[in-house]
């Protein structure tokens, strides 16, 4: 069975300014669907949300067909209906992964989901970044270069306000010497998060191959092993377990 991944991106940046939507003609979204596409081809389902549609293309639906979400935004984070971040956040804790891209952090979702600030230090000065595998046999870091080099990109630097990550996957080192934890999973729920930062707008990151594997390894990851949708609750069985025989 395939996994059905869903693409969401703002689409702002591309459909305002001239220069990035010559970086990326078919949108963010478009380029991470290419990568995912040419990495995965069969193994994936795909489709793409943005904002501009109807409940930002992310119905009960369309999110019930939804194994997998990858999320990326920057401008408009305030004006992502409640409503729909809150249905987001019933489907992960019930089960389906979420990847969180670069500006996400700062999400109403990824908030939510993290229950912090998710702040950090940034500077957007085309700095060459420089991606490090620090747990090399975790799934999302297979067959990945050590390191990725990405030649332009926007800063993020720690303090990066996030609860500890479960796991730690990659670190990035910048020109200015800064470092940031780029690479992160937890579990909420019954649902994957992995939050992954190279990937600024107004930077072919999103082309780059390495890149695009470790997204493609991430929705693998990520992937439930069932489409059932379950909350976890609590419950009061009537009688213990060697009673029920």
Request: charged residues 20%; glycine residues 8%.
């Amino acid at each position: 069975m395939s996994i059905r991944v869903t693409i969401w991106n703002e689409n702002v940046h591309e459909t305002t300014q001239p220069d990035i939507a010559a970086i990326y003609p078919e949108g963010i979204h478009g380029a991470i669907a290419e990568g995912l596409s040419g990495l995965l081809g069969d193994e994936v389902e795909l489709r793409t949300a943005t904002l501009a549609e109807p409940e930002h293309g992310l119905s009960e639906e369309a999110l019930q067909n939804t194994d997998v979400l990858l999320w990326w935004g920057h401008l408009a984070h305030d004006q992502v209906s409640d409503a729909v971040v809150e249905r987001v956040h019933q489907h992960v804790l019930s089960g389906m992964g979420i990847l969180v891209l670069h500006s996400g952090h700062f999400s109403k979702i990824f908030k939510k989901l993290m229950g912090t600030t998710c702040s950090l230090a940034w500077r957007n000065e085309a700095e060459r970044e420089l991606v490090w595998t620090v747990a090399p046999s975790h799934p999302i870091a297979q067959g990945i270069e050590q390191p990725i080099i990405v030649g332009q990109q926007e800063m993020y630097g720690e303090f990066f306000d996030i609860p500890a990550p479960e796991e730690l996957v990659f670190i990035s080192s910048f020109a200015g010497g800064e470092v940031f934890r780029s690479g992160v999973t937890y579990t909420r729920g019954r649902g994957k998060v992995f939050y992954f930062s190279p990937g600024d707008q107004e930077y072919p990151v999103y082309q780059q191959e390495q890149i695009r594997k470790v997204l493609a390894n991430a929705v693998r990851w990520a992937a439930p092993s069932s489409t059932e949708r379950q909350i976890p609750e609590v419950s009061n069985p009537g009688t213990g377990w060697f009673e029920r025989r």
